[in-house]
């Protein structure tokens, strides 16, 4: 019965629409619908993979007590730590209230074209900033942030809107992303809603879709970011009606890329790419695309003053973390937290120049190459493999993290034929191999080069043709 009747329904829905050709052409023009199956089909857009690399930008009113991580507002009065409430008691006079740091949030060094420069020395292909954080303060001049945006308050300006000209100004192929809390810790309308076990949608439809319409159709990013989604389910936040929107019709369906941070179960499971859990780096084969979203700063997003040299992943760390990630198919997505006066600190502008000056010999190595058969060698530490069709021939490499004490290397990974070339990234000469002789794989012998005349500093790539 309930099976002829839906069978009805449906024919007589058919012969409505056929009677309505703009109904049947706005269907046929509307590729994704609202719900996961349709949104998960859509094939991430390719510039995305062949991107690799990525900095990430934490920047908000956090940046003034630049104390702790970005999450200070939460440690001081939303669930009290003791670090953070002496830091207040000691050094702010009674009564100070966290949105009296914003007019303290002046930007007043703010060069976007200098970020824009610093970006693109990187070597990075995306750039992504928070454009709200958990805080609720707009990084842009929002018509629903009233008093709480950057415009309003300090530093009087559309930090977003400047960052996404100069990136299009002054770089040749940097993408503009923009990162976005869904949830702000303590706006009264998502509280009421939380309150209520998340049955009335009053945040959601008064504040966070109209703020997410806002920044796409302004400012036009490749990459939304989603976060702060954890406290409820993808209906509450009207996600996947969001995203349909964000595919078929926003100025961005063709080229945005999005994660998977889209409310409660979404995690590492829809949307675009994986971003799991922070920090995210399995350390084998994905199948599904994913990104290692890492800080520089190994305990903080957001700039802070209480950082010790120590806390900073060396340059050698941070080649090795993007090797093992794009070896295992993944994107890396590097964060550093600008000032609250608007200044990439030089500890953060020189491991980023340094990441350049890396990708500059050996990025054959990492832009648009695909994972290998294997990730990482099967007999040497520290080796991760990528590989790339280079006409007809694939071109492996093999990413040696540390120089070989003896010279020579072991490669347990590649079944060498007598067609097989090796060369170094960044040195012209072949080099020499030979059968390993326990039978699998190679011995290379690395090329005899004073320090003067290495290609670079921190990790070499050894380019194979034939294995
Ligand atoms: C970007 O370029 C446009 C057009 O050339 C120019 O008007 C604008 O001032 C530039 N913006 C920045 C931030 O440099
Ligand atoms: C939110 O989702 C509900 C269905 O869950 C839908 O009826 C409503 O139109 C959606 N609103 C917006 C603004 O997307
Ligand atoms: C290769 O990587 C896997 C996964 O991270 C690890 O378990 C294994 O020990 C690595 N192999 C070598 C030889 O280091
Ligand atoms: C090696 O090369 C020779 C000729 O140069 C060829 O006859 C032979 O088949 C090759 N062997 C392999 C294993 O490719």
Known sequence: MAASATLLSFISMCIVLAAVPQCLGRRGKYKYEPNWPSIDSRPLPSWYDEAKFGIFMHWGVFSVPSFGSEWFWWHWQGKPLAPYVEFMKKNYRPGFTYPDFAPMFTAEFYDPKTFAEIIDASGAKYVVLTSKHHEGFTNWPSKYSWNWNSMDVCPKRDLVGDLATAIRNYTKDVH???????????????????????????????????????????????????????????????????????????????????????????????????????????????KHKWENAMTIDKKSWGFRRDAQLEDYLTTDELVAILAETVSCGGNLLMNIGPTHDGRIVPIFEERLRQMGDWLKVNGDAIYASKPWRAQNDTKTKGVWYTSKMEGAVLSVFAIVLDWPITNQILLGAPKATNQTQITMLGYSNQLQWKQAPSGTGIVVTMPTLNPAQLPCQWAWVLKMQTV
């Open 176 to 286: 503009f992303g923009l990162y976005h809390s869904l949830f702000e810790w303590f706006n009264p309308l998502y509280l009421q809603d939380k309150k209520g076990g998340f049955s009335t949608q009053t945040y959601t439809l008064d504040i966070c879709l109209p703020e997410l319409h806002e920044i796409i159709e302004n400012y036009k990013p490749d990459v939304l970011w989603s976060d702060g989604d954890w406290e409820a389910l993808p209906e509450y936040w009207n996600s996947t009606e969001f995203l349909a929107w964000l595919y078929n019709d926003s100025p961005v369906k063709d080229t945005v890329v999005t994660n998977d941070r889209w409310g409660q179960g979404t995690s590492c499971k829809h949307g675009g790419f994986y971003s799991c859990n922070d920090r995210y780096n399995p350390g084998t084969l994905q």
